[in-house]
């Protein structure tokens, strides 16, 4: 029987992370086998030390990086046929770090605009207007967007219908959820940034549907140099200011925010 790790994890940088590393290694040693459904979030909680959020949070990582499903109502589980293998790593919490994952995507995801737009299904456009509906409630709601967009360049990535784009992106996604919390916190902190970044998910999703493949990827360029640029204009304390929120939500267990995130 695998022995159940209860060390609490460091108040360190990337809470989050450190826990879903922890549960990625549980699952990678079989304490839970494929299918089988994790403990309640508040079981989670009580075990390393933390908030309930922080576990969602945890969760919602190993989510988006193909580890662990979840049934509305039912909890979250083992996949069953998990897409990846590799062992999550903690990214370094600095700007240059954050810079660097965007360069990252940016060829990925550009490719993938384009063959959305030539090859998604009805089916497929609709997810991807309905992860827009999500981006914008959201920003309405103030909260942090991270996961909402993450679902939204998923369902690009999906319509390009290459099970390798979406292979590649749930492993990189891991490493995203500092990134574009870093991105949001920055952007919410001026008016003119929450709206262009709207603007841009909305013409990638517009160039999609209407089968305009250049366009589709000319847009998925634009919002990815912006985001960089944006980066670059980022407070010198931007670091310190999302640690700040993480710690401030770790201690509640209410679903994280990012102030007017987005």
């Not at 390009?160 to 902190?189: K, M, P, Q």
Request: aromatic content about 4%; hydrophobic content about 40%.
């Amino acid at each position: 029987m695998v022995s159940e790790d209860t060390e609490q994890p460091s108040r360190g940088p990337q809470l989050s992370e450190q826990v879903a590393q922890r549960l990625s290694d549980a699952i990678q040693a079989g304490e839970w086998g494929r299918g089988a459904r994790l403990p309640t979030e508040a079981a989670l909680g009580e075990r390393f030390g933390i908030s309930r959020s922080v576990v969602r949070e945890a969760i919602s990582m190993l989510r988006n990086g193909g580890l662990v499903t979840s049934r509305r109502g039912s909890g979250s589980f083992v996949a069953e046929s998990p897409t990846v293998s590799l062992r999550l790593a903690i990214p370094d919490p600095g700007l240059q770090s954050v810079v660097e994952v965007l360069e990252l995507r940016r060829p990925l995801e550009v490719e993938a605009a384009r063959l959305a737009a030539e090859r998604r299904t009805p089916s497929q456009l609709r997810r991807i207007r309905n992860a827009m509906v999500d981006i914008d409630e959201a920003v309405e709601a103030g909260l942090s967007g991270v996961d909402q967009d993450l679902a939204f360049h998923r369902a690009i990535a999906e319509a390009a219908n290459n099970a390798h784009f979406t292979a590649v992106l749930d492993f990189y996604n891991r490493f995203l959820h500092h990134a574009i919390r870093v991105t949001r916190t920055n952007e919410s902190l001026r008016e003119a940034f929450m709206q262009q970044v709207v603007a841009e998910h909305q013409a990638i999703l517009d160039a999609i549907a209407a089968g305009d493949a250049e366009a589709a990827a000319r847009a998925a360029a634009t919002h990815l140099a912006h985001a960089e640029a944006r980066l670059r204009q980022a407070p010198t304390d931007l670091i310190e200011r999302v640690e700040a929120q993480r710690g401030s939500t770790s201690t509640s267990s209410t679903e994280p925010t990012g102030g007017n995130s987005q």
